[in-house]
């Protein structure tokens, strides 16, 4: 039997799929902790043990193509320009190729923040700064600084394209740089595709190699990208379809881990009531936020620390003493391969999952001010409306094995405390059932006809 296999190395489990060539089926699924510490083929090995005795057949592989958030992800220092304008866009352009921003400067560095830099272990830059034909002296600045800071690790060249010939006279020879178009070519007009495909040529290239990643390659067809960009790129072919099929339309997946919680939106997000004006930079179609202190084990303890004692009691955490929550929180830290068993342990993630589901819808969606013009009162939004959102679809361990998916999902629903929110009010509740949304990403890279069949046949109604 002819297949393909597909692999996601997550930041806490091994997770392989094997589909049919020639059907639109799942023929097996399995996982196992992720072995990043040591080699993370160990894992993989494991997972792929299981997996053989599932299908119980003698599958030959057309393709093996992998997709990773090992070791905490692909993480991105980035540098703009105005916090508000070129900083943003940079972001932006980070997030949406997969990655986790772990520091962001605008203005010009100084030698402090290179040094921060410098010891963060990101494993890339993001270097951007000034429309085309507009301010070059903050991006150049930069660019000096981060090479009198020895920094080593890969730049990506995003900024003002007046400076690329400056920057790549003072670069070359000493610097593993990369130039792509700008972010933010003109004044709120962001252009982050060509970035996000340059950070990912780069993870392709070089970042798998620094997550004990280095003999994985010999038994793939290929690792296409961190594990977000394929849930993303499994998000647009769901929303948008492909030439041959319609697509479900507006969609929102929320994606619960161990490390993170990721939330993913397609659709425009124009304002949904009258009387709303726009501010703020052009919100992408294909949007993506990534929120590293919420997660279900490694990010548990910063996730105790930004639901504070209101999302505790929201769901229901506040029974027993503050101390006992606390330290089922750290247990979870402490161990993050804890695996619920008791009722009362699945019922405490369970409530975690929620305060993460409500906390990232929160950050994702836009929001409205109240604003005073010389036509009445009007009300000013940013960020993207998803009041009137057609689908929201959950997916991460915590979803997948739930009794209760529906219910942890609702948490991203607008809620009545805060008014300025502009979350989801009664979309339909979909659950990545069979936990293969970062496959079919993949598998959208080689047929995006199958992608979407298979999509609709498995992303089921909770």
Known sequence: MEAFLFI??????????????????????????????????????????????????????????????AAGGLKIVAIGLVPELTMEAAKRAALGAGARVTQVYSFQ????????IRTSRADMILLAGGTDGGNQEVILHNARMLKEGNIEIPIVVAGNKSCQDAIEDLFEGNMDYYMTENVMPSLNTINVTPA????????????????????????????????????????????????NEDGIGDLAIIDIGGATTDVHSVCEGA????????????????????????????SA????????????KR??????????????????????????????DVKFDEAMAKICVDLSMRRH???????????????????????????????GGVLVNSRHPREILEAALFHEEELDSLKPRHPKYLVD?????SALGLLAMVDEDKALRMLKKYIITC
């Open 8 to 69: 996601d190395f997550g930041s806490t489990y091994t997770k392989l799929t094997a589909i049919s060539a020639e059907g639109d089926e799942i023929l097996a699924t399995a996982k196992a902790y992720t072995t990043v510490a040591t080699d993370v083929m160990e894992g993989y090995r494991v997972a792929l043990r299981d997996l053989e005795k599932k299908t119980g057949k003698e599958i030959t592989y057309l393709k093996k193509l992998a997709c990773s958030s």
């Open 433 to 437: 059932e069979h936990y293969i949304l």
């Open 365 to 395: 969606a836009g929001t409205v001010t109240q604003v005073y013009s010389p036509l009445g009162m009007m009300y000013s939004q940013e960020g993207k409306d998803l009041m009137e959102l057609p689908y929201l679809i959950g997916t």
């Open 109 to 116: 560095l100084n030698r402090k923040e290179v040094e921060a």
């Open 196 to 243: 996000r495909e340059t950070i990912r040529g780069i993870f392709m290239k070089n970042i798998v190699k620094a997550k004990g990643m280095v003999h994985v390659e010999e038994f793939l067809s290929g690792i296409l990208m961190p594990t977000p960009a394929a849930v993303l790129k499994a998000a647009e072919v769901f929303s948008r379809g492909t030439r």
């Open 271 to 298: 304002p949904s009531k009258p009387s709303v004006i726009l501010r703020g930079l052009e919100e992408p179609v294909a949007k993506r936020t990534v929120e590293g202190d919420l997660g279900m084990r490694y």
């Open 315 to 344: 769901y229901g955490l506040v029974e027993t003493p503050d101390q006992a929550v606390e330290n089922a929180f750290k247990r979870r830290y402490d161990h993050t391969d804890f695996v619920p068993e008791a009722e009362e």
């Open 301 to 312: 303890l910063s996730l105790y620390e930004a639901a504070g004692r209101r999302y505790l």
